[in-house]
């Protein structure tokens, strides 16, 4: 069952219970006591359904939150302009558990240590977002060509704006697994725990014997990195080194 759909029976679930005690009047007058038992169900039921924690604070706050909400006499436009904005920011996060990470000026730095001198490459970002990552390593590598992959409309132009003057960096709107990935010698992720897997099985399919796969924070279950870089910032981030080939080994 898919993150988004467990929400909304959680939170089905909880309005049923609640307007159903109140009904037969199992519950004090007021709202709140309504907005109580909502809360509590709501998390109860996300809980059963092994959603993740976080998806509890969420649950903790969405029916108090509209409380406030519905008095303070927003008109209804700005609700909408406001969902709009978050969707075409984040998109599909919702169904991919990828939400929109940034690279810090220290990935970068870490990033250029690890793309190798000897030949120009092709690098593929997955996710790109910004293209944080890819601008600073366009201008430091101009002998390589830098490809970026972003399914959000918002972080894509914002992309393509800031990215128009390199001529060594292209970043188009999609799916990155439905790209191929076989031109590239080193692909590069700051996803989620969530699409790893697979982001390897397509690894191990399409990439070429001796290219890289470069994981920001979170590593491919059960298989050994060939190193892992510690990247010097204030959230003590790792880079997972993974070397596509026949010496690939599984973690023990």
């Known amino acids: 069952m898919s993150p988004a759909l467990k929400a909304l029976l959680s939170q089905l679930a909880g309005w049923a219970l609640a307007i159903g005690l109140a009904r037969s009047g199992w519950l004090p007058a007021g709202i709140w006591p309504l907005v109580g038992v909502q809360v509590a169900a709501a998390i ?9 924690r976080w998806w509890l604070a969420i649950h ?11 008095r303070l006499g927003i008109a209804p436009g700005w609700y909408l302009g406001g969902f709009a904005l978050l969707a075409a920011v984040y998109w599909t996060s ?26 120009a490459l ?22 390589c060509r830098f490809d970026g992959v972003e399914a959000a409309p918002a972080p894509w132009l914002i992309s393509r704006l800031l990215a128009r003057r390199l001529g060594n960096v292209a970043i188009r709107r999609g799916d990155f697994f439905a790209e191929p990935w076989s031109e590239y010698d080193v692909v590069y992720a700051f996803l989620s725990p969530v699409p790893m897997p697979a982001v390897w099985e397509k690894a191990e399919r399409e ?30 981030t790792r880079l997972y080194v993974y070397e596509v080939g026949p010496t690939q080994r599984r973690a023990k």
């Open 60 to 70: 903790l706050g969405f029916a108090p939150m509209l409380i406030p909400a519905g």
């Open 207 to 236: 990439l070429a014997p001796g290219a890289l796969l470069v994981s920001n924070s979170f590593p491919v279950p059960g298989r050994k990195p060939r190193e892992v870089v510690d990247v010097a910032d204030r959230r003590a």
């Open 44 to 52: 109860a039921v996300a809980a059963a359904l092994r959603s993740d």
């Open 122 to 143: 092709r690098v593929l970002d997955l996710g790109s977002g910004t293209g944080s990552l890819l601008r600073p390593l366009a201008r430091r590598r101009p002998d």
């Open 94 to 119: 919702f169904r991919t558990q990828v939400p929109l990470y940034l690279s810090n000026r220290r990935t970068v730095e870490a990033m250029t240590r690890l793309l190798p001198e000897a030949r």
